[in-house]
């Protein structure tokens, strides 16, 4: 019976859709090629969700560099070989001449090789080929979670501004945070914390108000402890520096209600 390539094991254990009907039939009738997948798809599941400082992950022991060598036909050359002097001193022509030739004896004759039955790939072989699927699927998966990262990293936005936001008399225990966020296209955030609480038929408005309290704009309603509010683009941070937060009466009344719970000027982060 045939086995499954180990290369579309791989890609199986990858969630790739190449099995047919038939390749079904055979990893449920297979212990072998089920055994593999098995394994396969544990290694996936590891490396997708093991971090670089996590123990999950062992280096291999020597025995199997030295495997892999044999595998492929690597000569290993010994540091001895290299480094260590003849310990029997430089050759010289007396020397040389001081022993006769000795002929070495024949070699015993060897038994032919044993035939792979055919269609049937040698064991060590298709184990060492596994171990290279392995491989690969470390390197996938591996690039992958770096590529994402590069892309989340190239795309976070960056922290231009901050305030602390100090609370008003008629609410001295309030406390507030904000910040401005910077994405890669222009577009400007402000994310507000303020921990206050919320008396019945009123809400929390977010604002921003020039330096000389000549005007305010506007960015939302606060529901929650956390609320992130786009900046209209125009708005110059330097001008409408002041980041305020009020309770508003459930009245239809647009304007600021004059009771401000915090309130902070930005600086640049």
Known sequence: MSHLDPEQ???????????S???????????????ELDGLQSTVQVARTVAAEDDALEAPPERVWHAIHEELGLRTVSTATIDEPDAAGPTTPESATAAPPVEAPPSPPQAAPTAEPP???PAAGRGFRTLWALAAVFVLVAGVGVAGWVVQSFNAPTQIAAAQLAPFPAHPDA?????????????????????????????REVW????????LISL???????????IPEGVDLAEYNLVDVSVEPIDGDPAHSGDSIVRGELSPA
């Not at 094991?9 to 099995?19: I, Y």
């Not at 890669?184 to 609480?197: A, E, K, P």
């Open 9 to 19: 094991l791989t890609l199986l254990a990858l969630g790739e859709s190449v099995a």
């Open 21 to 35: 009907l038939a390749d079904c039939a055979h990893l449920r009738a297979c212990e072998q090629c089920a055994a």
């Open 119 to 121: 269609g049937e790939p």
């Open 175 to 203: 406390t507030g945070t904000a910040g401005v966020e910077e994405a890669r296209d222009g577009t400007r955030t402000l994310v507000v914390t303020v921990g206050s609480d919320t008396a019945p038929d009123t809400y």
């Open 208 to 215: 921003l108000i020039r330096n000389d309290a000549g005007a």
């Open 220 to 230: 939302g309603v606060l529901n929650g402890d956390t609320g992130s509010f786009v």
